[in-house]
């Protein structure tokens, strides 16, 4: 009897807690998607980070954005007059346009929105896309805190019209304001809720597709419900959305395949598991993981000889067909492919080949350079220090049995580090060459041009030439020549590719698992954020 | 017992003032800034600091953060989640994290003690062997290796539970994880559980009641029981601690929204303030808890006497 009774509880222990449980349930009309990590800030002007990006794009919208074709289309401007000069944009806006609790949306909006992004009181990090990305009219000082926020080259001669004034010309300019931090922001309702804004469901405004109903600071699960009030309500066909942080990728997989994710990102390993499945597809991202060369300090590394043999030694289909699989394309140039088209209609970036001389995986010319290179600096062997993030150490630990094995007499020395401390020793020029990696935030070539520039607080390559032409592409007025644009972008990228400025290795790509019956899911050209709005999901 | 409560109040008033001068020393030896963004200028970071009072000498931070502590102000975040006030960060996680921890508490002090005692008190092979099995397995493997399994087994292939947290169906979505951290907890009060009944059960006062002819059941409640809760108790509380803070594994599985995970991306992310009141919030925890448990020690043994001259 005792023993019976023993075994009784001891079942009812172990399995009783589990009982009573049913199957999951699931709404209908509604889509959810995992996040690899958390949003940052939902408050437009704060996104700087994938995460909060993605998160933006459903309850944000801009004055321009994109359709499923990646093409620009106007979402809350009506039309843009761009004056002569090409410094004045004048946004017409769309007639009764409302944020999400019925009150309207004016120009007035814009510039406050604008405003804030410049403040430095909000704090910012992406107040770049006002002094670097294009140049408003006083944003620098507006930024630095030298003269006040209502300085800035933005005004609302009437509630439909926005006029932004430039201090340089930027071609891109409609295609930079699709960014969330160009979004609008009510005055109002901000000082209503004050300090508070944008940390919960509660206290932020919507004026894209969707209201988010659910939120809370570095939320796990993010709900969304249709916003009624969209300018393009009538295209938004789901009722909800549910974004769900799933920072384990197994889980994440698990949860697809059993049905409660219905698009969700995949990578490494796993991404290999589903190559073949018709439900996975591949986004390409504008970025350039390259190897940073310092040109500053590192006397063998002076030399140009020296760099293009580094260049020319690395196998890069190698290293993306072995390591870093799914997704990613190899890259032997500065700008990636698919990103930005030319005046003509072709890819910039479209041939891969182009710069096969300078870059191409060669090793034996790689060893001829390496030689003569190595005479001229009047050395037998070299060692640089080649600093990297903590996690890429596969990819590192290839790139530098690829570099020994074609170059003798080069010794790789590797050393990691947490990003932050190799972000640090970036800024001070503590190293020989670092694993660094850029993502455009516009789709125009100089998001990568600029990187060069000797002006710039990333890199420290230093070319007067190069600074000279970069200024003038700068501050060339496109809108009477874009074909003369273009070919000075070729020049200058021309110039980099031929004074092997730095070493390219690879572009970025994010492959999804996207259900069958899932469609109106798509990337912006530049693969940082999302287009949504025409979400749908058949429901079988 | 007041004054020795009073007294056990003040050193940890203090300890926590030792506690937080010594981190905010520590943390200016962290490379690196709140501020890490490539696209940042230095006048950016600069202007950042500014704004946030960085760009002060150590020593009047520390006293500035200590006075608006008093005011029940812990600060905001400075990149983890940018101008959000961290008694929110605080106050959205805490709960839930505390909810599975202390679930799981309850789940693997329950099931511990009676694993222990039942087997200390029966003397089943059986028993014995489930007993053996279970505090092997729950000592041994790590809890986010239970989890795994869960996952698998229980959420993906039998489709009986949530593999993540959802707020629509938050009891559902809780099981897996509370089980997964219970189990090891379990298997620690167990053995406790079964050594102390063991000791206890072979010790005079118990041989007395016997020849007094008490009958067993008065025994094992008013006196087996009672005095082998003693030593179980003490290793709760350790257990609790860990329980409440969180776990990073198991918390980043089931995608919880809790702390477990905040220490540690805080420190990454360089999130100052954060790392601080977390790291305050732990340690009042901790001292808190330690606290309750000397006073429990007196209810449940009156022969202890806190701090008091003996009768």
């Known amino acids: 009897m005792k023993k019976k009774l023993c075994i009784v509880l001891m079942c009812l222990l172990m399995i009783g807690t589990l009982g009573g449980c049913g199957r999951l349930k699931t709404v209908e009309q509604e889509i959810s998607i995992s996040l690899p990590g958390s949003p940052v800030s939902v408050d437009p002007q704060l996104v700087n980070d994938t995460n909060s990006g993605f998160v933006a794009s459903f309850n944000t919208a801009c004055l321009y954005g994109y359709d499923l074709n990646k093409e620009l289309k106007p979402v809350l401007a009506e039309s843009v007059e761009i004056s002569d000069d090409g410094l004045t944009y004048t946004f017409h806006l769309k007639k009764d346009l409302k944020w999400s609790d019925g009150r309207p949306l004016t120009a007035a909006d814009f510039v406050y929105g604008f405003r804030r992004l410049a403040d430095p009181d909000v704090g910012s990090n992406s107040v770049y896309m006002l002094t670097d990305s294009c140049t408003v009219k006083n944003a620098v000082d507006v930024t630095q805190g030298k003269i006040p926020v209502t300085e800035l080259g933005v005004s609302a001669p009437d509630a439909l019209t926005f006029v932004v004034e430039l201090e340089t010309p930027c071609p891109y300019f409609c295609a930079l304001v699709t960014m969330c931090n160009f979004a609008p922001c009510n005055e109002d309702f901000y000082h209503t809720v004050g300090k508070k804004y944008a940390t919960s469901a509660d206290t932020i405004l919507s004026c894209g597709p969707f209201i988010m109903d659910r939120y809370e600071p570095l939320a796990m699960q993010i709900h969304f419900k249709k916003n009624p009030y969209y300018v393009d309500a009538d295209i938004v066909k789901m009722s909800g959305v549910n974004l769900q942080v799933v920072a384990n990728a197994q889980q994440a997989l698990m949860s697809y395949e059993s049905g409660y994710l219905d698009i969700t990102t995949i990578s490494g390993e796993l991404a290999d598991l589903a190559v073949g499945d018709p439900e996975l597809q591949e986004f390409p991202t504008a970025s350039l993981m390259f190897l940073d060369i310092n040109h500053r300090t590192c006397a063998a590394l002076k030399n140009k000889n020296i760099r293009m043999a580094l260049t020319k030694s690395i196998d890069r289909n190698s290293i993306v067909k072995n390591i870093l699989k799914t997704g990613n394309q190899p890259l032997a140039r500065v700008n990636p492919p698919g990103y930005y088209i030319e005046w003509d209609n072709k890819d910039f970036s479209g041939d891969p080949d182009q710069y096969k001389e300078q870059a191409g995986y060669d090793p034996q010319k790689a060893k001829e350079l390496w030689e003569k290179g190595l005479s001229e600096i009047g050395e037998s062997a070299v060692t640089l220090t080649l600093l990297y993030a903590s996690g890429n150490d596969n990819l590192m630990e290839s790139v530098k049995q690829q570099m020994e094995k074609s170059l003798p007499g080069l010794t790789i020395k590797l050393k990691s580090a947490p990003s932050k401390e190799v972000y640090e020793t970036q800024t001070k020029g503590g190293y020989d060459l670092l694993f660094t990696g850029w993502f455009a935030d516009y789709a125009d070539p100089t998001s990568f041009l600029a990187l060069f520039n000797s002006s710039s607080k990333v890199l420290g390559y230093n070319n007067p030439d190069y600074d000279k032409l970069y200024d003038n592409i700068q501050t060339f007025d496109a809108t009477s020549s874009f074909k003369k644009r273009d070919e000075m972008m070729h020049q200058a990228e021309d110039m980099l590719m031929n004074d092997a400025a730095l070493i390219p290795l690879f572009t970025k790509g994010q492959a999804y698992l996207i259900r069958n019956g899932v469609t109106g899911f798509q990337m912006t050209p530049t693969g940082v954020g999302c287009i949504i709005e025409e979400l749908n999901k058949e429901v079988k | 017992m007041a004054r020795y409560i009073c007294k056990r109040l003040i050193i940890s008033v203090i300890t926590l003032f030792v506690i937080l001068l010594v981190l905010f020393l520590l943390l200016q030896f962290m490379p690196g800034s709140p501020f890490n963004d490539q696209k940042l200028s230095p006048e950016q970071v ?63 002090t329950v099931a511990g003690l009676l694993l222990g005692f039942l087997t200390a008190f029966f003397k089943s092979r059986i028993l014995k062997f489930f007993y053996n099995l279970l505090t092997l397995i729950g000592i041994a493997v790590p809890s986010y290796l239970f989890a795994m399994c869960f ?81 179980v108790i003490t290793v709760m509380a350790g257990l609790l601690v860990g329980l409440l803070t969180g776990s990073l594994v198991i918390e980043q599985m089931f995608s919880i929204p809790g ?53």
């Open chain 2, 46 to 108: 600069a202007q950042l600091k500014e704004k946030y009072g960085l760009d002060q000498p150590v020593i009047i931070q520390f006293f500035r953060y200590i006075g608006n502590m008093m005011k029940g102000d812990l600060g905001v975040s400075y990149s983890l989640s940018p101008n959000t006030p961290i008694t929110d960060l605080l106050v959205n996680r805490f709960p839930i994290t505390m909810k599975i921890g202390f679930f799981s508490m309850i789940l693997g």
């Open chain 2, 151 to 231: 996952s698998y087994f229980i959420g993906y292939k039998g489709e009986m539970l949530p593999l993540l947290y959802d707020f629509r169906s938050p009891f559902s979505s809780s099981i897996m994880p509370v089980v997964a951290m219970s189990l090891g907890v379990m298997a620690v009060i167990a053995r406790f559980a079964k050594t102390e009944a063991g000791d206890v059960m072979k010790s005079d006062y118990v041989l007395l009641a016997r020849c007094q002819g008490l009958s067993n059941r008065t025994i094992i409640m008013k006196y087996i029981l009672r005095n082998s809760l003693m030593p």
């Open chain 2, 259 to 311: 702390v477990g995970g905040l220490l540690t991306n805080a420190i990454s992310a360089n999130d100052y303030s954060v790392v601080i009141a977390l790291s305050f919030v732990y340690s009042a925890l901790y001292i808190v808890v330690m606290l309750i448990l000397d006073i429990l020690y007196c209810v449940i043994d009156p022969r202890v006497r806190l701090g008091g001259k003996p009768e």
